[in-house]
Structure formats: structure tokens, C-alpha cells
């Protein structure tokens, strides 16, 4: 029990004193995920809503393979992006191994499925008499696309808390992409394991403190956005 009181008191002491290193690692973890879920959601929310709203050829296909990605194991993502983008692999000239941009480009795949799936019940959770009787009265699919989305706007924001709540976490993928390198690609995740592994378990534990409260701020904000928008809660 001593120890864990000890790492709550390293966390706020850190968090109070506005320790460098601390607030380079904070920035660059919010920054990877925040770009990562932004690019995610520009990707993902137009595809939920397709796959919300229409019907076609192959379309099981295409559900089945989000349900998959929604299990992915995050290693197995690290590891096919480190392949592209090493030396020897397809990308390896881009050299973009073991910097910032590998990590968005694995978190975001990470996150894109989650965000695809959860958008996508959003939207056929909608009525369809919704769609039939906006259509009888003369609007655009523009239009009828919008007013759906508005309706299914507390689910849109479940999958963004979702995305961001799977990628602000992820540890394993971005260590192997990332490198974990001082100054340039630690993040809080990747920091919590090489102070465990050196035995330094009361600044481990204040790491993980401080990502809980960033992780659960981030939710709270965005369940308190979902709260004013959904009127039943």
C-alpha cells in the first residue's frame, strides 16, 4: 500500500512542479493520439454512415472485416507497420520507423474500426420511417444524411470516446513502431513500462495516475458533450 501512496505523491508533485520531461511526454502522447483520432474519425464516420444507411453487394463482407479490426491485436498492427516502414520493407524510404508519424498511422488504425462499427449502429439504430418521411417531403440526400446523423449523435460520440479510449492505452503497437525514444517518441504508456522494467515502480505508478486522469478527462468531457446533446440523459 506504501508504494502506491508514494506514486500518487511523485504523480501530483510531478504534475504541480511541471516537470519537463513529464510535460513533453503528456504533450507527445496527446498529440499522437489526438492526430490519430482525428484522422480515424475523418475516415471512419463517413463510413459508418454508409454502411449505417445503405444496402449493397458485399456488404456482410465489409461488416464482418470491421467487427474483426474491432478485435485486432494491437501487436499485430505494430508489427505489419514496422515491416512497411523499415528499411528493407515497401515504405522503408518514407523513414518514418520510429518516429511520431508511425505511431499515428498505427494508432489510427486502431482506432478506425472501433469508430466505424460503433457509427454504424448509431445510424441504423435510427428509425427508418425517419428516412422515409424526410424523403416524402422533398429533402435532399444531403439533407436526409444530416438529420440522421444528428439523431444518432450520441452514438457518434460513444465511438470517438471509444477510439480515443483503445489508442490513448495502447503500449505494445507503439513501442514496437515508436522505439520508445527519449525526447522524441515516449509516450506515458511506453514510459510506465521501462520504469517497471527498472525497478523504479513509484514513478510507474505516478505515470499511470496521471494517464488515468488524462484518459478519464478526455471521457468525462466527452460524455458531458454527449449528455447536452442527447436530451434522455
Not at 138 to 151: F, K, P
Not at 164 to 188: P, Q
Amino acid at each position: 500500500m506504501d508504494i502506491f501512496l508514494e506514486g500518487l505523491g511523485r504523480a501530483l508533485q510531478l504534475i504541480f512542479s511541471f516537470d519537463a520531461d513529464l510535460m513533453a511526454i503528456v504533450r507527445l502522447s496527446l498529440v499522437v493520439s489526438g492526430m490519430a483520432l482525428v484522422i480515424s474519425a475523418i475516415l471512419g464516420l463517413p463510413a459508418g454512415i454508409i454502411l449505417g444507411l445503405k444496402s449493397f453487394r458485399g456488404k456482410r463482407l465489409l461488416v464482418a472485416l470491421v467487427y474483426t479490426g474491432m478485435g485486432l491485436p494491437p501487436v499485430v498492427v505494430g508489427l505489419t507497420i514496422y515491416i512497411l516502414l523499415s528499411r528493407q520493407g515497401p515504405l522503408g524510404e518514407l523513414g518514418w520507423l520510429f518516429t511520431p508519424r508511425a505511431m499515428v498511422i498505427t494508432q489510427s488504425i486502431l482506432s478506425l474500426p472501433l469508430i466505424i462499427g460503433f457509427t454504424m449502429t448509431a445510424i441504423a439504430a435510427v428509425p427508418a420511417a425517419l428516412s422515409q418521411q424526410l424523403r416524402s417531403l422533398g429533402a435532399t440526400q444531403r439533407q436526409i444524411v444530416l438529420t440522421l446523423l444528428y439523431e444518432a449523435r450520441a452514438g457518434v460520440l460513444a465511438a470517438l470516446i471509444a477510439g480515443f479510449g483503445a489508442i490513448i492505452s495502447e503500449v505494445g503497437s507503439v513501442m514496437i513502431v515508436g522505439g520508445n525514444i527519449e525526447h522524441k517518441t515516449r509516450v506515458l504508456t511506453t514510459a510506465i513500462v521501462l520504469e517497471t522494467r527498472r525497478g523504479n515502480f513509484s514513478l510507474a505508478i505516478a505515470l499511470g495516475v496521471i494517464l488515468l486522469a488524462i484518459t478519464f478527462s478526455a471521457n468525462w468531457l466527452l460524455l458531458h458533450l454527449q449528455g447536452r446533446l442527447d436530451p434522455r440523459q
